[in-house]
């Protein structure tokens, strides 16, 4: 018997397979205890344990590259922690056996973070993660990991570590399906980078039988357990239409009756700029330049280093609109030489831009990095502040910029609701405006981005979020500016079509989803999009307001 479960869909597509699980979590190891002269060889067997799984973690990084490969490197970097390692070998020089100093020191570490005001579920996530690595191979189990198939497969997990989604083969692995994660964890940005259906935040996803056969729509986060006949030919169906017209539609991105779009790439360095040219992307709407930061969390990278990497993203994309997005660090993105270590609450704390104006040399040098990587090059190069509260937010970033003679148009992101309400003021200071849906979200409804458990309040489609995208766009109309979305919202290809409605200039989002954006946008009208807009707003749930304008642009 068919039945229909309902998560987040966040990344698009049609995957009909056999559920296969994670391998399950590594045990807790038993308190042995190991006698005083075993202490020195049970230290060196730890110490090696960490090597091991630190060099897995960058072998790793090296294979997925791009944004995965700063994530992982972020992960070996905590698992060679010295003062993890150190109380490690105190553990085991009190009687501990290795497995069970790993486990015990990390339990301790894992509660510093929390004492510290540091609980963040994302940094939590990948710390247990490197945890269960250590302990697997000092047990000598086979870690948690994608299952061992030869046929393709939906796998099914409570949540994915960066490190095992890093490497999921598309080519047997279906499509996704977790029970944590909201729609801008990086588990679902990396998904979409993937191209990989996904659907996270099902309840009790752990619980769907292994072999049982699942459809997983992750354009609207439907699970069909036992799908019968007619729904896997209507998935299907719907899946090679959309894919078919995704492949036909090139050329810049426009309405059906002409109005432009321009669909633009998210990037995170050299090695996205391929994906992006490849799916067609008229420019870059969103560097990401933090993850060239996070190579190593002490030290900032030099600037011929940041010259060197900007460079290589600004000459791929020479005649095209480059919009660069200076170091937002902070939150989910700590770093140790700008973010505060005893903040109560990181998200609300010195972060993105603030962090920034609090180490003026830190913008400085990535400010100059940027001219030098721009000289001589015919790019329309765009800089962006994040995380801009105010008009002085905007005029101390203007001023920094103008102080290096960055040869460039100035731009804040609008991520704090404060921004969006008073976007003509913050226009006095910059000359374009880009929304970070993502952390607009979590701001306005007070709902970390990372948490699970409230991911409902990040759907991009909450009505209360499109208020203050139009306020926005309506905003920047007046001021004759232009205002983009670069936040995870611009990649579902309906909401697209919702927001030129609401009157964004253009759109940017992870290079696998343009095709499609594209292919959608160009199905409708500008008129239409505008009603689809309105009937959005009019709703008083994300559900509503996205059947609300499913309805009118009758799409999938
Ligand atoms: C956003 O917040 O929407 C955004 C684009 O920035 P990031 O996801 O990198 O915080
Ligand atoms: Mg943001």
Known sequence: METTLRGLGVSQGVAIGEVRHMGTVVLEPPAQQVVAEEAGPEQERARQAVAAVAADLMARGELAGSEAKAVLEAQAMMAQDPELIADVERRIAGGSSAARAVYDAFAAYRELLAAAG??????????????????????GVVMPSIPDSDEPYVLVARDLAPADTALLDPSLVLGFVTEEGGPTSHTAILARALGVPAVVALPDAVGLAEG?????????????????????????????????????????????DGHRMPLLANVGGPADVAAALEAGAEGVGLFRTEFL???????????????????????????????????????????????????????LGVRGLRSLLDHPEILRT?????????????????????????????????????????????????????????????????EFLSLG????????????????????????????????????????????????VCGEAAADPLLACVLT??????????????????????????????????????????????SAARAVLSAE
């Open 118 to 139: 540091e609980y963040l579920a994302g940094r939590v996530a990948d710390l247990d993660d490197v945890r269960d690595r250590i302990v697997a191979q000092l047990l």
């Open 293 to 347: 930061f996070l190579d190593d969390s002490k030290n900032a990278p030099s600037e011929e280093k940041q010259a060197e990497a900007y460079r290589q993203v600004l000459e791929a994309f020479s005649e095209c609109r480059i919009v660069v997005r200076v170091l937002d660090a902070g939150a989910d993105k700590p770093l140790d030489f700008l973010t505060p270590a005893h903040e109560p609450n990181p998200a």
């Open 366 to 430: 990535q400010l100059t990095a940027l001219a030098r990587a721009a000289e001589g090059l015919p790019v329309g190069l765009d800089v962006m502040a994040p995380m801009v509260a105010d008009r002085a937010d905007a005029k101390a970033f203007a001023d920094a910029c103008r102080e290096v003679g960055l040869p460039a148009k100035l731009g804040a992101m609008v991520e704090i609701p404060s921004a969006a309400l008073r976007a003509r003021s913050i226009l006095q200071e910059v």
């Open 501 to 546: 409605g609401l009157g964004v200039t253009s759109l940017s989002m992870g290079a696998a989803s343009i095709p499609y954006v594209r292919a959608t946008l160009a199905k409708y009208s500008l008129a239409q999009c505008e009603e689809a807009a309105a009937a959005a707003r009019a709703a008083d749930s994300a559900a509503r307001a996205r």
């Open 437 to 484: 849906t993502n952390d607009l979200a979590q701001y306005t409804f007070a709902a970390d981005r990372q948490v699970g458990a409230v991911s409902r309040l990040q759907d991009p489609w909450q009505p209360a979020l499109l208020d203050l995208v139009a306020m926005a766009a309506e905003a920047a109309r007046a001021e004759g500016r232009s205002c983009g």
């Open 212 to 256: 049982t056969v699942v459809a997983v729509d992750g354009g609207n986060g439907e699970i069909f357990v036992n799908p019968s006949d007619e729904t896997r030919a209507r998935l299907e169906a719907s899946a090679a239409e959309r894919k078919a017209a995704a492949a036909a539609s090139t050329g810049p991105g426009a309405t059906a």
